[in-house]
């Protein structure tokens, strides 16, 4: 069975229990079993667990945590165990969501509290699909009358889903859906992002790639919205023409690992397959490493500025420049780059700037 695990997010008053229903039909007749884990906060709140019942704001969210996580554990067995070829477990917010609502300081001690790390919860998800705050570009549409666990003011839910935002900011698959469209057409292009992901029809990407002048790392790393992530990338012998790598992913000794195989379709348009490998597995296949290619190491900077998500990749063999890459579920959007990032030239096309043509460049 082929089982993904996505997170809806967003700030308060986003349209989370609407897109539960969207998902619910969409995803059932392409054939998907859906499971939905529910919010944990609304669980909690509404039976008397709370930041304000319990002795400490850290006291109530190291609970919080650790039922969010009892709780995808079940779902994820309970899955196991059905008779279905594709299945999708949607959770009502994840693990990170928690770190919105603490000091740096508490979500420190609440995850050494459970033995964990920020990588590995954040990154124990397939896909992160944020839904922005109707505070935010819809303002006559927020409301706290439909969840009585929902207290904040408008400005409140504002600030709350910027937070939000950074606490996923660094996944590996992270999308916003804003409010500049209607609501109905939110939730269609909600659908269509995960449709995207999940690779119906077909598991392709939409990629776009600028050469930059070497970014400002001071103010990239001052920026709530940007994370900072260590990648070390292999690539593998083929012998069917397709680009096959392995990647090691993380910081801070907290690393997670990937398998994936590219075919091109078109300039811009390629089917990707991604599989999470265990460090054993990871380890076995670098035995299988192409050695007419180096190691990629490379510092990427993850930055979601105006609703997109891009990833600043910079290199320790330029002093210069760097790339920015940026993932589309259209080939027609239009990109917004802060100011701060200067562009050079597009090198989508350009087989020089790819990370297997960079490979070869000799140290």
Known sequence: MEISKIVITGGPCAG???????????????????????????????????????????????????????????????????????????????????????????????ISDINSTEVELRDSYDAVFHLTSAAKGAVE???????????ETVEEASLLDDKLISAWTGHPHLR????????DNKMKRLIKEISTFLGE?????????????????SWLESNPACQRIEIIQTYLKSTTGDEVRVRQRGINGSYIYFQT?????????????????????????????????????????????????????????????????????DENTTITFPEQIKIIKEVTDDEAYKNASLAKIKS
Do not use: H
């Open 16 to 110: 989370k229990s609407t897109a539960m229903s969207w998902i619910q039909n969409a995803f059932t007749q392409l054939g998907y079993t859906v499971l939905f884990v529910p919010e944990t906060a609304t669980e909690l709140i509404t039976g008397g667990v709370a930041p304000w019942t319990c002795g400490t704001n850290l006291d109530y969210q190291k609970c919080q945590l650790r039922l969010q996580i009892e709780k995808e554990r079940v779902f994820e067995q309970a899955c196991g165990t059905m008779r279905a070829e594709k299945a999708l477990i949607v959770c009502d917010r994840g693990t990170l969501d928690n770190k919105a609502y603490m000091t740096e300081d508490e979500f420190s001690q609440a």
């Open 141 to 151: 549409f927020y409301t706290t009358a439909n969840n009585s666990a929902r207290t």
């Open 176 to 183: 916003v859906i804003d409010n500049s469209t209607t609501f």
């Open 201 to 217: 029809p077909e598991p392709f990407e939409i990629e776009r790639k600028y050469l930059i002048e070497y970014p400002d790392i």
């Open 261 to 329: 195989i590219k075919k091109r379709v078109s300039d811009l348009k390629r089917v990707e397959i991604e599989r999470r490998l265990s460090q054993s597995e990871y380890l076995r296949l670098l035995m299988d490493a192409d050695t007419t290619k180096r190691q990629i190491r490379k510092t990427r900077y993850c930055l979601t500025y105006e609703n997109q998500y891009f990833e600043i990749d910079v290199y320790p063999f330029w002093t210069d420049k760097a790339i920015v890459e940026i993932e589309l579920s």
